[in-house]
Structure formats: C-alpha cells, structure tokens
C-alpha cells in the first residue's frame, strides 16, 4: 500500500546548504559549492523556498553543530552539505552527519556513487551519506553532495542520453516525496531539469494532471 502525502502546504520550504573546506572557510580561496548549489536549484524549483546558509571547516564537531542548528533552530526541511566526503583524514562530513542522523536513508549514497561511476573509478571511494533528523516536531533530510560545482549537479539531476533521456536517474527525483513523508512542504520541480516522481496517490490534483 503507498502511504499518502503528509506535505504541510502552509510552509515555506527551507533549504539548508553547507559547503564543508578548511581553505575556503579561511579565505583562502573563494567558496564553490554554495553559489553552486544556490544557481541549481533556483533552476530546479518552481516552489519558493528560503535558502540558509554556512560556511565551515573541516572539523566534525562544527559540521555536526552546524547540522543541528539549521534543522532544530532555523527549520531547514532539506539540508545539502558538499565537500569533506573522500577518504582523506580532514574529511569528516559523513561522520558528523551520522552523529546527528536518527535514521540512514543509505540510497541516496548508493546511488550518488553510481552516477560518479560513470565518470570515475575513484567514485568508490566516496563515502556521501543521505540521513533523517527527528525532532518531536520537525524533520530533516541531510544529504552530502559531492564538492565539484558539475558533479553536484550530475548527482541532483542524473544523467542524460543524446535523445534527452534519462540515462541515470539523479537522486532530487526522490527528493520532494521523501519530504512529503516526513511533513515537510510540497515541493515541485521544472520537470525539464529534474522530474519529482511521486505515487500518483501523492500527488496534487493539479500537479496530477501536469503528469499525465
């Protein structure tokens, strides 16, 4: 049985992004990943939505404050990290999101590294992790993202044929349900950039016929 949408359409959709970098946050060099992931889903979107944003080091204890705050505080529903996901001894990102998750979703992971995989071999060795933040009254989905401007976008949006199909799915098709399903607002998308599936039990009358 497909459970139906719990979406409140009284929120406003808050977006938490994070871009995890010891130089950057140093200012040592110019921060890529937010005005990355910003200029992606302003593409994305058709739902308004207010974006958060922090800037921070390659250190668990302040990825993991970070992550508690945007959720328990400032009420993010999506939280995107990037950066800090390899196997290097400062990236740390995986373990400070796990630290605050109170369920995995491990197939956002697994199929963040198979769209890299198509490009890389080295994408195994990426260790991104997609998790639940639950409070009594509030719920977040975390998800890390690769650090590059083109493979978050790559991994948001999939992978496409010459004829304009889907090759691999990319992982913001999931997205907007996941939300629903946890009683965060209803998003939708520019489905020419990134479709949201959605049972059709879950959709919205008027988004409903759009899809048909």
Known sequence: MTTPSTADSTQTLRVGLVSVSDRASQGVYQDQGIPALKEWLARALTTPFDAVTRLIQD?????????TELVDVERCHLVLTTGGTGPARRDVTPEATLAVATREMPGFGEQMRQISLQFV?????????????ETPDHAALIINLPGQPKAIAETLEGLRREDGSIAVPG???????????????YIETAADLVKAFRPKSARRPDAAAKAT
């Open 59 to 67: 250190d668990a204890a302040a990825i993991s404050g970070a992550l």
């Open 121 to 133: 071999p080295t994408a195994i060795l990426s260790r991104q992790v997609g998790v639940l933040r």
């Open 171 to 185: 992982i913001f098709a999931a997205v907007p349900y996941c939300i629903d399903l946890i009683g965060g607002p």
